[in-house]
Antibody, heavy 126, light 107 residues
């Protein structure tokens, strides 16, 4: 059973860089995309960006200018960097696997986040 | 970006009640709609994908329906462990987007 373990700094000052990592246990990075998702206090989920084992990414334009995601296949882990943080970046940050299933017709796939890390609370405060 | 709007934002229900939550996309997303359950301090858990397919291990009292812009999550008989927040997500096109969540509370 695939599990994701996250780590990183939980308290940052404005203008600093958020840095989080997520290790994949019980499975390989191959064949999936791996996402970063965040949830501000009392608000809904926001998808940030995803990456696959070869480094191909899909991103959220609202954050792209400040976000870098990377993958380290030798360590079976992937990482997130978010620069120039402000209080608006205070949130619980999750890593997640994007799984997929073929439709009944079989001509395309459904995609979903089926494995999640436990989340890390990141607080930006001076 | 595709906007996902859930209603209601919260509801109060009792054990045994039938509960229905709706999700509307700002454009057609075919059946590329997922539902998640989230309990306080925990990560979301996938319940339904492809609008109506039950994720492995999820109780059959959960069901999903709909296509295009309008979708529904139904809990046929609410159990004590079902009090939580439910969120929809579209995976029709990036950026993947979520609804704001519906909190199911004890009546």
């Amino acid at each position: 059973q695939v599990q994701l373990q996250q780590w990183g700094a939980g308290l940052l000052k404005p203008s600093e860089t958020l840095s989080l990592s997520c290790a994949v246990y019980g499975g390989s990075l191959s064949d999936y995309y791996w996402s970063w998702i965040r949830q501000p206090p009392g608000k809904g989920l926001e998808w940030i960006e995803e990456i696959n084992h070869s480094g191909s990414t899909n991103f959220n334009p609202s954050l792209k200018s400040r976000v870098t995601v990377s993958v380290d296949t030798s360590k079976n882990q992937f990482s997130l960097k978010l620069t120039s943080v402000t209080a608006a970046d205070t949130a619980v940050y999750y890593c997640a696997r994007r799984g997929r299933s073929k439709t009944i017709i079989g001509d395309y796939y459904y995609h979903y986040m089926d494995v999640w890390g436990k989340g890390i609370t990141v607080t930006v405060s001076s | 970006d595709i906007q996902m709007t859930q209603s209601p934002s919260s509801l109060s229900a009792s054990v045994g009640d039938r509960v229905t939550i709706t999700c509307r996309a700002s454009q057609s997303i075919s059946s590329h709609l997922n539902w998640y359950q989230q309990k306080p301090g925990k990560a979301p858990k996938l319940l339904i994908y492809g609008a109506s397919s039950l994720q492995s291990g999820v109780p059959s009292r959960f069901s999903g329906s709909g296509s295009g812009p309008d979708f529904t999550l139904t809990i046929s008989s609410l159990q004590p462990e079902d009090f939580a927040t439910y969120s929809c997500q579209q995976t029709f096109t990036t950026p993947w987007t979520f609804g704001q969540g519906t909190r199911v509370e004890v009546k």
